[in-house]
């Protein structure tokens, strides 16, 4: 199974600021993911992150907002921009296994929008 | 498109008793995954068991199985045995093969009562 690491596990940001979430995992992979959990929710996918490309956002979210770096196989960042309250969420990174019958997530970044 | 129904917002179990989780799925792919996974107030998301389409037999995984009925498009989760430290969120998730995107229920908040 893949280990993966977030910071910061969680945060109280003020309005209109940025907060840059880190996604680490213990091996390569080629997808990593990024989704968004707002209270009470299910999960929503934010966005996917190969390496040595752009992003591929999913409907409802746009670059400008949520920025995603991918600088090699083990790493990723997500950045919320320009907070809002309804920005408050959980959000998770997730990386699938070699074979299809796995994926796992990281332990989330609990944000809170003031 | 792709949806997930998971109609028991809130289950209560006893303790040592089996429990069962209902997840239904609407696809039009014929080969895709099916996940479960367990959510405590931590917010990790914690992977159980996972279902091929074209498996014929259910998953089991320790005290977790899968009743996959394919026909009938469900893939409800057993837990058997149930303990204080099940209690928790309880996610469905079905992917299809041809991408990678999750597509999550609304997940089942599961009570442990002793």
């Known amino acids: 199974s893949a280990v993966i690491s977030q910071k910061p596990s969680r945060d109280i940001c003020q309005r209109g600021t940025s907060l840059t979430i880190q996604c680490q995992v213990d091996?390569?992979?080629?997808?990593m993911f990024w989704y968004r959990q707002q209270p009470g929710q299910s999960l929503t996918l934010i966005a996917t992150?190969?390496?040595?490309?752009?992003?591929?956002?999913e409907s409802g979210f746009v670059i400008d907002k949520f920025p995603i770096s991918r600088p090699n196989l083990t790493f990723s960042t997500l950045t919320v921009s320009n907070m809002s309250p309804e920005d408050s969420s959980i959000y998770l990174c997730?990386?699938?296994?070699?074979?299809?019958?796995?994926?796992?997530f990281g332990p989330g970044t609990r944000l809170t929008v003031l | 498109a792709q949806k997930i129904t998971q109609t028991q917002p809130g289950m209560f179990v006893q303790e040592k008793e089996a429990v069962t989780l209902d997840c239904t799925y609407d696809?039009?792919?014929?080969?895709?995954?099916l996940f479960w996974y367990k959510q405590p107030s931590s917010g990790e998301m914690i992977f159980l068991i996972y279902?091929?389409?074209?498996?014929?037999q259910n998953a089991t995984e320790g005290r977790y199985s899968l009743n996959f009925q394919k026909a009938r498009k469900s893939a409800n989760l057993v837990i058997s045995a149930s303990q204080l430290g099940d209690s928790a969120m309880y996610f469905c998730?079905?992917?299809?093969?041809?991408?990678?995107?999750?597509?999550f229920g609304t997940g089942t908040s599961l009570t442990v009562i002793p």
């Open positions: 091996s390569q992979v080629t997808m």
């Open positions: 696809t039009s792919d014929q080969s895709y995954g």
């Open positions: 992150a190969n390496q040595g490309s752009e992003a591929t956002y």
């Open positions: 997730s990386v699938g296994a070699l074979s299809y019958n796995e994926q796992f």
């Open positions: 279902q091929g389409s074209y498996d014929e």
């Open positions: 998730a079905m992917r299809p093969n041809t991408g990678n995107q999750f597509y």
